[in-house]
Every structure is written in C-alpha cells, then in structure tokens.
C-alpha cells in the first residue's frame, strides 16, 4: 500500500464539514454505525497510536482487523497498553499475510485462483496464531484483504465456525446462511476521486446513502490518514457520541442477527 493520503486529505477542512455531517448525522440518530480499521499488525505504525486515542477518547468501539503474520508477542504486549480486552475492541482476522495471489484482474489474497485446501491451511494457520497470541481477545470474524473473497472461502469461514465476515456493500458472491456479511459502505482512506471537490462531494452521498440503508459501516486506513484526516475521524467520532448513534462491533451485529435468524 502506497502510504499517500486522498485527494480528500491534501487541503484543510472545507469550512461547512462539521454542519454537513451534522445534516445527515442528526437526521439519522437511530441508525447503527461501526468502524473497521483494517492492516492492522505491523511494527513500525506510527499512525496507530493515534488511531487508538480517538476512540479511546471518544469511548467508541472499534473493529481491528489483524493480520495474522503481521502481528509477534512483542507487538501485542505493546497493545496492551490500549487493554486490548476490553468490549471496546473487536480484534478479529484480516486474511493471512495480505498477498495478492491474482495473476490478473483485481487483488486477492482469497480470491478464485487458489484451492479450498490452500485457503482452509492459511485460514486456519491464521485464526490459530491469533488465538494463541490474543487469547480471550481475538475475535473470530474475518475481513479478507481487499474486501473480497471466492465462495471456496466463505464455505471454510462457515466450516471453521468464523461468527462473520466483513466485505464491501453488494459483495459477492453470497456467504452460507450461517455467516453473517457485515458489509462496510463509507470508504474514507482509499478513495478513487481525483479531486478534493469532487471526493467531499462523493463522500458525504456515501454516508447519506449508508446511513438511509439502515447501518452505516465505515472503512479506515489509518496508514493513509493524516492530520486532516484525523481531524475529520475526531469530528465525526465526537458527533457519533454526541448525537448518541448506536456504536457495534462484529460481535453485537452479528448476535443480533443470529438471533433473528433463529427465531
């Protein structure tokens, strides 16, 4: 990943953010929200300390997608500082080692081009080694890189008892009945808009859109984040709790619809 901020971030916030995001926020105050940073692990990641104070600040819950050969015992004992097991947190599984295994067309790590044995193998290799090293912290959920995956990987997320799996809107193709497809919708880091007017533009119809379909599933890279970035991620967490939004994790969403499914 190219460590460069959108186009969105390259100049000082427009001066109308806060009563924009105030228009959609105070018009929607029922509706579910939950945040998934995701390529968590790594050990030079000045930006995720940072990424931690807000939501510590804030008292809003996060789901952390790790990669599970990212992350060593040093690493997580440094975590600790932020008591990483607290219900605050959704420490969960991030594909393997984040690698693209696609020849050609868009980016996998779990895409159609490999075998259900060699998806089982790092599936598994990888939800053992988190839950050796998080313990009572990890949380069996998985967001494959690049938000998407081949139906061989849902089948083995099911087989393996993963509560859910978290992917774009309108992902395909379909999880078993069993696997929960907690859809993110706001894309705030990984942009494609060219220009700042354009994305602010595209940005906010996201979140209207997200918020209008019942729960609004925000995506963060806090790699790609910078200062207007974090000052936008303050400003939106500061009116998700002022406006009293129901803030998820994984683990409360997909509760709730298991229990909707089954009765």
């Given at each position: 990943?190219?460590?460069?901020p959108?186009?969105?971030?390259?100049?000082p916030l427009?001066?109308n953010?806060?009563?924009s995001?105030?228009t959609?926020l105070s018009?929607?105050?029922d509706?579910p929200?939950?945040f998934?940073?995701?390529?968590?692990?790594?050990?030079?990641?000045?930006l995720f300390?940072p990424l931690?104070?807000?939501?510590l600040?804030?008292?809003?819950?996060?789901c952390?997608a790790?990669?599970p050969?990212w992350?060593?015992?040093?690493?997580w004992?440094?975590?600790?500082?932020y008591?990483?097991?607290?219900?605050?947190?959704?420490?969960?599984q991030h594909g393997y080692?984040h690698?693209?295994?696609?020849q050609?067309g868009?980016?996998a790590?779990f895409g159609?081009?490999?075998?259900?044995n060699?998806?089982k193998?790092d599936?598994?290799?990888g939800?053992?080694?988190?839950?050796?090293l998080?313990?009572?912290?990890f949380h069996?959920?998985?967001?494959?890189?690049?938000?998407?995956c081949s139906?061989?990987t849902?089948?083995t997320?099911?087989e393996q008892r993963?509560?859910?799996?978290s992917?774009?809107?309108k992902?395909?193709?379909?999880?078993?009945a069993?696997?929960?497809?907690?859809?993110?919708?706001?894309d705030?880091?990984?942009r494609?808009e060219?220009?700042?007017?354009?994305s602010?533009?595209a940005?906010?119809?996201?979140?209207?859109?997200a918020a209008?379909s019942?729960i609004m599933?925000i995506?963060l890279h806090h790699?790609l984040?910078?200062r207007?970035?974090?000052?936008f991620?303050?400003?939106?967490?500061r009116?998700?709790?002022?406006y009293?939004l129901?803030a998820?994790t994984f683990?409360?969403?997909?509760n709730e619809?298991r229990?909707s499914?089954?009765h």
């Amino acid at each position: 990943m190219k460590n460069l901020p959108a186009p969105l971030w390259t100049a000082p916030l427009p001066l109308n953010t806060e009563k924009s995001l105030r228009t959609i926020l105070s018009a929607y105050k029922d509706t579910p929200i939950f945040f998934r940073a995701d390529d968590i692990g790594g050990k030079t990641d000045p930006l995720f300390h940072p990424l931690m104070e807000l939501f510590l600040t804030h008292r809003i819950p996060l789901c952390l997608a790790v990669v599970p050969t990212w992350i060593d015992s040093a690493t997580w004992s440094h975590y600790q500082q932020y008591q990483p097991q607290s219900s605050q947190w959704c420490w969960h599984q991030h594909g393997y080692s984040h690698t693209n295994h696609e020849q050609a067309g868009k980016k996998a790590e779990f895409g159609r081009s490999r075998t259900k044995n060699e998806v089982k193998q790092d599936i598994v290799n990888g939800k053992n080694k988190l839950a050796n090293l998080l313990g009572e912290a990890f949380h069996p959920a998985f967001t494959p890189p690049w938000n998407r995956c081949s139906s061989h990987t849902l089948e083995t997320l099911a087989e393996q008892r993963f509560y859910a799996v978290s992917r774009s809107k309108k992902a395909a193709p379909l999880p078993p009945a069993e696997l929960p497809d907690i859809q993110i919708n706001i894309d705030l880091h990984t942009r494609k808009e060219q220009d700042a007017a354009t994305s602010w533009e595209a940005l906010y119809a996201e979140i209207n859109q997200a918020a209008d379909s019942g729960i609004m599933g925000i995506m963060l890279h806090h790699q790609l984040m910078n200062r207007q970035g974090f000052a936008f991620l303050d400003l939106l967490l500061r009116l998700v709790q002022e406006y009293h939004l129901p803030a998820c994790t994984f683990q409360d969403m997909s509760n709730e619809i298991r229990s909707s499914f089954f009765h």
